[in-house]
T-cell receptor
Framework: QKEVEQNSGPLSVPEGAIASLNCTYS??????FFWYRQYSGKSPELIMS????GDKEDGRFTAQLNKASQYVSLLIRDSQPSDSATYLC?????????FGSGTKLNVKP | DGGITQSPKYLFRKEGQNVTLSCEQN?????MYWYRQDPGQGLRLIYY???????QKGDIAEGYSVSREKKESFPLTVTSAQKNPTAFYLC????????????FGPGTRLTVT
């Protein structure tokens, strides 16, 4: 069983819509969760971190964490074509990050 | 500017040769990491170091070696024992301890033929 699971996509949304990206993880002791954005051919860049249950908002991005369900999500409001990228979910387990394989998002103009 | 540098951006080698990838950071981070990414896949941890002169194997350390003689530097050697070395290699750093965010360098794309 993979540590971190993501739907590979592609997820296609029209410009201005809300994109919803999901991630599940297997280890209940995980405490820290991160979302990275990776453009094709580039390295991942950190979007958000979340550590406690509930929602955390930063601009157009909202991360949601439900530890009981072992579920993390990222909502992107007012999606723009520049948001088209692969989004990686990462889970910190005692200093070791485990990454999902990523969800490819396409935002259509 | 604070950040992480990796060099070179592209590297080509013949099979059977060892190759060393450079990673330098000026963020004053204690922890550094090496990952490998294959097409369409997530990142897999090769080695990590929480402090100078100490490092631990990640999930796919076979065929790789590292050193951590300085806080700012964490070079990775891909040896001839690595069966499938062609990949995108990413270096990251963070504060030491749990829950700290990792920041990535631009990566080195290694092609071995």
């Amino acid at each position: 069983q993979k540590e971190v699971e993501q739907n590979s996509g592609p997820l296609s949304v029209p410009e201005g819509a809300i994109a919803s990206l999901n991630c599940t993880y297997s280890d209940r002791v995980s405490q820290s969760f991160f979302w990275y954005r990776q453009y094709s051919g580039k390295s991942p860049e950190l979007i958000m971190s979340i550590y406690s249950n509930g929602d955390k908002e930063d601009g157009r991005f909202t991360a949601q964490l439900n530890k009981a369900s072992q579920y993390v999500s990222l909502l992107i409001r007012d999606s723009q074509p520049s948001d088209s990228a692969t989004y990686l979910c990462a889970v910190d387990n005692f200093n070791k990050f485990y990454f999902g394989s990523g969800t490819k998002l396409n935002v259509k103009p | 500017d604070g950040g992480i540098t990796q060099s070179p951006k592209y590297l080509f080698r013949k099979e059977g040769q060892n190759v060393t990838l450079s990673c330098e950071q000026n963020l004053n981070h204690d922890a550094m990491y090496w990952y490998r990414q294959d097409p369409g896949q997530g990142l897999r941890l090769i080695y990590y170091s929480q402090i100078v002169n100490d490092f631990q194997k990640g999930d796919i350390a076979e065929g790789y070696s590292v050193s951590r003689e300085k806080k700012e530097s964490f070079p990775l050697t891909v040896t001839s024992a690595q069966k499938n070395p062609t990949a995108f290699y990413l270096c990251a750093s963070s504060e030491a301890g749990t829950a700290y965010e990792q920041y990535f360098g631009p990566g080195t794309r290694l092609t071995v033929t």
